[in-house]
């Protein structure tokens, strides 16, 4: 159970990330609830929360989503 921080997926653009996370309202909210969502899909991995596999897909699938979104973004 690996959390799965942006600056661990995307270590080439960690600069660029920090500039964006300070200067841009909407990728800071992105980069927000990514954060979240990992972290509540590791706290239901640990077994911390409990959950369905259904609630759990949806998180796992949400996060992708954020995660295409920040990348589009880094683009």
Same mark, same amino acid.
């Given at each position: 159970?690996?959390?799965?921080?942006?600056?661990?997926?995307?270590?080439?653009?960690?600069?660029?990330?920090?500039?964006?996370?300070? *200067?841009?309202?909407?990728? #800071?909210?992105?980069?927000?609830?990514?954060?979240?969502?990992?972290? *509540?899909?590791?706290?239901?991995?640990?077994?911390?929360?409990?959950?369905?596999?259904?609630?759990?897909?949806?998180? #796992?699938?949400? #996060?992708?989503?954020?995660?295409?979104?920040?990348?589009?973004?880094?683009?």
């Amino acid at each position: 159970m690996e959390k799965h921080s942006i600056v661990h997926e995307f270590p080439e653009h960690q600069d660029k990330i920090h500039e964006l996370k300070i *200067n841009d309202v909407h990728f #800071r909210k992105l980069f927000d609830a990514y954060h979240d969502v990992d972290h *509540n899909i590791h706290s239901v991995e640990s077994g911390a929360t409990p959950t369905t596999d259904e609630h759990l897909n949806e998180l #796992r699938l949400e #996060r992708v989503r954020l995660k295409d979104s920040i990348y589009a973004y880094l683009k």
